[in-house]
């Protein structure tokens, strides 16, 4: 039987009205939410096509691979267990609004904050600059940050149809990047341009366990292995934080009830394609040796991109341009989205009491105007970066923090879902009813619990060995805990918020996604053609 949550004002508050002119408005189509859902923001951006560099430097190529496939399994088991939440409850605020609803007001209003500080854009920007330095060093990076800025701010401006929109044809050109990357990088590991078989030499060569598994920061034996194949964990977190951003478009998609189950489905698909299965990834560790000295951070330059070193180390004229150049518009596509959730999720906290309320006003297309310049006014942060040299280190800094900050998320994701499975089963929840149902269950959304307590307590594990202390790498790396850990008990403390009882949560009856109507925002398809589009999108 349902109950419903009657003494409880912070989940009461996270339902928005079903009507009126100044609500968030279901703008995004079927195939804007499936596009998103395929190249979730980092997965396909800064994350893939930079952070990777990184992450082969640290850890060797078989850390690489194993590392970044271990996450994609974590993220899927996220989006079973976020998928089966968000499905039945599309309201706005994403899963920073079910921990309010399903776990407490405290987690909910830490998750929140967190999740804002995670969607900065500084990362990002800081990345834009990174890869222009690879046609010009004379410019300052601040003036590329600025237009890179001002191109993000324009397409969010616009609400979430232009965004939708023009994420949908940046996806576009994302995969069509990838696979051509991919496509390409067989060719050259087979000797199809040199002559010469690549092959697994930079796996074998020299021919010792140091070179398959890098020895972190220096640190020697086995210790060093470890500090390096772990090192890889943070780097792949940060490429796929971003995978539950459908779930933050959830409250202004269309037919939530039918698309969002179709993205949660996909997930798992394009996890395997594009990370997951480890084709880039794989392909990039077989082309670039792991000791390219290009690779390290402090070259702050698009030419730091293995994928751009792998084309140049070929010998193929222009094409590292060209490379470069849809490297270049991934991370506008990434910045873009990462302006939209920043925007979204700081609206959330505003209708939840939990922010300044001036900050719900929004514009008649459905833009929450004031959270909009706060995430411009975050996003000029990223200037800080912009003296020379600067570019590279910051963004490995915002690597660092942001993944931190991210797996955080993951976590508190993990634990709503527990406390939301459990109050199904203390109120005898009929699951039969639910548009989406996690076949991983509980079991997972325990284990993904624990693998991201592990992945954040040893991430900064290096600076405790001797001899290897760096303040600024154990900030980055344990600051956001800290940080997490005291917003939670200040506000616990503060509110005198607790646990929501299992047998008092409100699982939305006025406002599940069984109770909204359904309309056809996509014509039925009438040949095989555009059957396959259907099914593909």
């Not at 998928?83 to 605020?93: D, K, R, S």
């Not at 706060?374 to 000029?380: C, N, Q, R």
Request: hydrophobic share 45%.
């Amino acid at each position: 039987m349902e109950k419903e949550l009657n003494n409880c004002t912070s989940a009461s508050n996270i339902d928005p009205p079903s009507s009126g002119t100044n609500d968030l408005q279901r703008q995004l189509k079927n195939r804007h939410v499936a596009m998103i859902s395929v190249t979730f923001p980092r997965t396909s951006g800064t994350g893939l096509f930079i952070g990777t560099g990184t992450a082969l430097s640290h850890g060797g190529p078989a850390s690489l691979v194993i590392g970044y496939a271990f996450t994609g399994i974590l993220a899927w088991a996220l989006m079973c267990s976020l998928g089966e939440m968000i499905c039945h409850l599309p309201v706005a605020g994403g899963h920073t609004s079910l921990a309010f609803r399903f776990f407490s007001p405290s987690m909910g209003f830490t998750l929140g904050w967190a999740y804002w500080y995670t969607w900065s854009l500084t990362a990002e920007l800081a990345a834009s600059a990174i890869l222009i330095r690879f046609w010009t060093t004379s410019i300052n990076p601040a003036l590329w940050m600025i237009i890179f800025l001002i191109g993000v701010s324009l397409i969010n401006l616009g609400g979430a149809r232009l965004y939708g929109e023009m994420e949908f044809w940046f996806c576009s050109i994302k995969i069509v990047t990838i696979v051509g990357v991919v496509i390409l990088g067989i060719i050259l590991d087979l000797g199809g341009v040199t002559g010469e078989r690549i092959g697994f030499r930079y796996w074998r060569d020299p021919g010792h366990i140091e070179i398959i598994f890098h020895q972190y920061a220096g640190v020697p034996g086995a210790a060093g292995r470890f500090c390096g194949f772990f090192s890889v964990f943070i780097t792949a977190a940060f490429s796929y934080i971003g995978i539950e951003f459908s779930a933050m478009a959830a409250a202004e998609a269309k037919n939530p009830r039918r698309n969002m189950p179709k993205a949660i489905r996909r997930v798992f698909g394009r996890v395997l394609l594009f990370v997951g299965s480890s084709l880039e990834v794989g392909t990039l560790a077989l082309l670039v040796p792991s000791n390219e000295p290009r690779l390290k951070l402090a070259v702050a330059t698009g030419a730091k991109s293995p994928f751009v070193i792998a084309v140049q180390n070929a010998g193929i004229r222009g094409l590292p341009s060209v490379i470069n150049a849809s490297l270049l518009t991934s991370a506008l596509s990434s910045g873009s989205s990462i302006l939209y959730v920043c925007t979204r999720t700081l609206y959330g906290l505003s209708i939840s009491g939990n922010a300044p309320r001036f900050l719900s006003k929004l514009t008649s297309n459905g833009l929450p105007i004031y959270c909009y310049f706060v995430g411009i006014a975050m996003g000029s942060l990223s200037l800080m970066s912009a003296g020379e040299g600067k570019a590279g280190r910051v963004f490995g800094f915002l690597v660092s923090m942001t993944s931190v900050s991210g797996l955080l998320t993951w976590a508190s994701i993990f634990a709503t879902y527990i406390r939301f499975h459990g109050g199904m089963a203390v109120q005898r929840y009929d699951k039969s009813q639910l548009p989406y149902r996690s076949p991983l269950g509980p079991k997972a959304a325990w284990g993904g619990l624990l693998c991201c307590v592990v992945i954040i307590i040893t991430n900064g594990f290096g600076v405790f060995l001797k001899g290897s202390w760096d303040f600024e790498t154990f900030f980055t790396c344990y600051f956001p805990v800290v940080a997490y850990i005291l917003t939670f008990i200040a506000h616990s403390w503060w509110t005198g918020s607790k646990l929501v009882a299992k047998g008092s949560m409100d699982f939305g009856k006025s406002y599940a996604a069984s109770s909204l109507p359904i309309e056809e925002d996509e014509p039925i398809p009438k040949n095989l053609l555009e059957k396959i589009w259907q099914f593909l999108m």
